[in-house]
């Protein structure tokens, strides 16, 4: 019970390492505020984390869109009274294509998601965690802030920019017992990579060739990753802030 009597809000949270994480949380004994734009995802990790004894409440959430983000916040503190920390995991891909002809509509749009989503969720979940003495703040990065096979401009640029965000928000607070970290995930086993493995038209190739560029020789889990961020939201990473960890089955140290 790592989170026991804390108020967590997850971005992202009806499906994927999102949903993953909401559901840890709430075992670990936090309450769990869960936002996404997917309402029956987020209704059915709700009705998933209730079943098993924990306590979460669902809003629909835009985080391209600052006041959804803000509302989000205003109901952990309403419902529960407090926020102790929030993991940003909002987020969407950028379908593999020449970085020339990447449209503006698409590179605005994976941005204002990807990165925007995350300052808003920096921005208005920072006073919160003032009000109540400190807290912790995870931001969902990406491999792609350090290694790249090209074709992804638009989501590495963004990615990479959490990463600098993180890196800024550490040292702002660090003596206000505000602590802000990242992970950096490799290829994970969720609905976003199968949907990019089925664009490229031969999903398996594309899967084996994800193995290939992955030291461990296989993809990782939702779980993996939601253990990663429990400990970075938890006092077990007390004296930790301004990393980006890295959740890559060592394709980095390649």
Wanted: glycine letters at 12%; one cysteine or more.
């Amino acid at each position: 019970m790592r989170l026991q009597g804390k108020v967590a809000v997850v971005t992202g949270a009806g499906n994927g390492m999102g949903r993953a994480t909401a559901l840890l949380f709430a075992r670990e004994g936090a309450a769990v505020v869960i936002g996404d734009v997917d309402m029956a995802g987020g209704a059915s990790a709700v009705a998933e984390i209730e079943a098993a004894g924990g306590r979460g409440v669902f809003q629909r959430c835009d985080v391209s869109k600052e006041a959804d983000v803000a509302a989000l916040i205003d109901t952990a503190e309403q419902r529960y009274g407090k926020l102790d920390t929030i993991f940003n995991n909002a987020g969407i891909e950028q379908p593999v294509t020449p970085s020339t002809d990447v449209t503006e509509e698409l590179f605005d749009r994976v941005i204002g998601i990807n990165l925007k989503g995350t300052f808003f969720g920096c921005k208005h979940a920072i006073p919160a965690l003032l009000r109540n003495g400190g807290g912790t703040i995870v931001n969902n990065s990406s491999v792609s802030a350090f290694a790249n096979v090209g074709g992804n401009i638009s989501y590495a640029a963004s990615k990479g920019a959490v990463m600098s965000l993180t890196r800024v928000l550490a040292i702002e607070y660090a003596k206000r017992n505000i602590r802000v970290n990242a992970i950096n995930p490799g290829v994970i086993d969720t609905d976003m990579n199968r949907r990019n493995a089925v664009l490229s038209n031969d999903p398996a190739a594309t899967e084996e060739r994800w193995r290939a560029i992955t030291p461990m020789g296989r993809m990782g889990t939702g779980d993996e990753i939601a253990q990663t961020v429990l400990y970075l939201a938890s006092d077990q990473s007390s004296f930790v802030t301004g990393v980006g960890l890295l959740i890559d089955g060592g394709r980095v140290a390649t």
